[in-house]
C-alpha cells in the first residue's frame, strides 16, 4: 500500500540554525512528491515538488528538499531557520492508483529566537 | 484577487441543521477538491470534481454532497450535521487532475457542530 510518514510529530529549531523536516514513503512506482506548509488559520500552501530530475529540490521561501531513493526519504530543509518558518509541514506522495495525494500527519515546526 | 475563496469563513450550527459552503476559484483549472482537516490536523479528501464531473468520492457519507455548477464552483451541502462534522473543510483546485503540480487552496471553512 502507498503511503507517507512524518515521524516527527513537533521539531524545534533555533533561528539561524539549519533544520530539517523528515518524510519516508512507499509507492510501487517513481514518487511523485511534495511539500506544503500550512500557518495558523490558513489553507496549505505549496512549497515543492519533486517528480524527476535532481535530486536536490529548491522551492519556496528558501526551502530545499532532498530525494533519496534509496533511503525512500524526501527530507524538507532549509539552511538558516527563521522565526517566521513556525508553521504546520506536510509532506505528500501522489497515489498512483487514483492520482490523489497521500498525506502524511504533518509537523509542527517550531522556531525560537 | 484571491485564487481560491471559500464562503463562509466560520459556521456554527446545531445538531440536525444543514448547511452549505461555497467555493470558487479565478485560476482557470479544471479540477477542484473537497479536503475535510480534522482536530488533529489530519488532511482526507472527500471529492474531487474535473471540469463539473465527479472523479473522486471517498468514503465519505452520503450526507455530504458536492455540487459543480460550472468548473470554477465546487460547493458542498452537508445534511442532517452530526458533532464529528465539526472540522475545517479545505477547497482546492489544480490544472489538471493528475496531481504533477500545485494545489491551490482556500483559507478554510471552520465548521462547528453543537
Known amino acids: 500500500a502507498q503511503s507517507v510518514a512524518q515521524p516527527e510529530d513537533q521539531v524545534n529549531v533555533a533561528e539561524g540554525n539549519p533544520l530539517t523536516v523528515k518524510c519516508t514513503y512507499s509507492v510501487s512506482g517513481n514518487p511523485y512528491l511534495f511539500w506544503y506548509v500550512q500557518y495558523p488559520n490558513r489553507g496549505l500552501q505549496f512549497l515543492l515538488k519533486?517528480?524527476?530530475?535532481d535530486n536536490l529540490v529548491k522551492g519556496s521561501y528558501g526551502f530545499e528538499a532532498e530525494f533519496n531513493k534509496s533511503q525512500t526519504s524526501f527530507h524538507l530543509k532549509k539552511p538558516s531557520a527563521l522565526v517566521s518558518d513556525s508553521a504546520l509541514y506536510f509532506c505528500a506522495v501522489r497515489d498512483d492508483s487514483n492520482y490523489q495525494l497521500i498525506w502524511g500527519a504533518g509537523t509542527k515546526l517550531i522556531i525560537k529566537p | 484577487d484571491t485564487a481560491v475563496s471559500q464562503t463562509p469563513k466560520y459556521l456554527v450550527t446545531q445538531m440536525g441543521n444543514d448547511k452549505s459552503i461555497k467555493c470558487e476559484q479565478n485560476l482557470g483549472h479544471d479540477t477542484m477538491y473537497w479536503y475535510k482537516q480534522d482536530s488533529k490536523k489530519f488532511l482526507k479528501i472527500m471529492f474531487s470534481?474535473?471540469?463539473?464531473?465527479?472523479?473522486i468520492n471517498e468514503t465519505v457519507p452520503n450526507r455530504f454532497s458536492p455540487k459543480s455548477p460550472d468548473k470554477a464552483h465546487l460547493n458542498l451541502h452537508i445534511n442532517s450535521l452530526e458533532l464529528g462534522d465539526s472540522a475545517v473543510y479545505f477547497c482546492?483546485?489544480?490544472?489538471?487532475?493528475?496531481?504533477?503540480?500545485?494545489?491551490?487552496f482556500g483559507e478554510g471553512s471552520r465548521l462547528t457542530v453543537l
Open positions: 470534481y474535473n471540469n463539473k464531473e465527479l472523479i
Open positions: 482546492a483546485s489544480s490544472r489538471g487532475h493528475a496531481n504533477t503540480g500545485e494545489l491551490f
Open positions: 519533486y517528480i524527476t530530475g
